[in-house]
């Protein structure tokens, strides 16, 4: 009976991860439906395989959950997914210097794990959606060289783990929120933001 029982525990461990690797990879595919990749950068992005820690790009721990998403400079184009918030063990989004457009989704803030989101370079546009400000492990937000607008969320100004921040060449309003963790600002950590004063 207690082998039965531990059995039965190992198969559903092993079912659960499998479970997860494929939500991920659904999540990565859901992207890569959006994207233009006149490079075939993407080519090996299979969703009939098991899990995406085969894909090009896409780095995955021991436990085949997805960790790192390295596409930076990959001529890219087409907009973010909502998708991607469902990659919750997500600790390095690389999307900077390609062409994506459209809105940031909201549901990156359900990144827990994020500790770097570089999304500079595109041509993103609206507001920079305040559910980052939940993000406690970044420590690198770079969402400059974009075509943002509204304010800065005072959300982010709660990232105690933040050591760059740069919201410059975008079309943000208002003032700098001056508290919370940009107080703790040293010359180790930098901030960068270009604004207009009027909304």
């Known amino acids: 009976m207690e082998d039965s029982w531990v059995l039965f525990m190992l198969m559903l461990a092993i079912f659960s991860v499998k479970v997860a690797a494929n939500s991920e990879g659904d999540a990565l595919y859901a992207l890569r439906r959006n994207l233009h990749d006149p490079g075939n950068v993407l080519q090996s992005w299979d969703p009939t395989l098991v899990n995406p820690c085969t894909w090009f790009h ?12 390295d596409l930076g400079n990959a001529r890219l184009s087409g907009s ?79 990232l105690s783990s933040l050591k760059i921040i740069d919201l410059s060449e975008n079309d943000l309003c208002g003032t700098i929120p001056t508290s919370g963790s940009l107080s703790k600002f040293t010359e180790k950590r930098w901030v960068f933001f270009s604004i207009r004063y009027i909304c």
């Open 58 to 69: 896409v780095t995955c721990d021991r436990d085949n959950r997805v960790t790192r998403l």
């Open 80 to 158: 973010l997914v909502r998708d991607l918030g469902r990659l919750t063990h997500l600790q390095y989004l690389e999307l900077y210097k390609n062409n994506l457009v459209g809105r940031i989704p909201k549901e990156l803030g359900n990144l827990k794990s994020l500790v770097s989101l570089d999304l500079y370079h595109n041509n993103l546009s609206g507001d920079i959606p305040p559910s980052l400000g939940k993000l406690k492990s970044l420590r690198f937000l770079r969402l400059n060289g974009n075509k943002l607008t509204g304010r800065i969320p005072r959300e982010l100004m709660n």
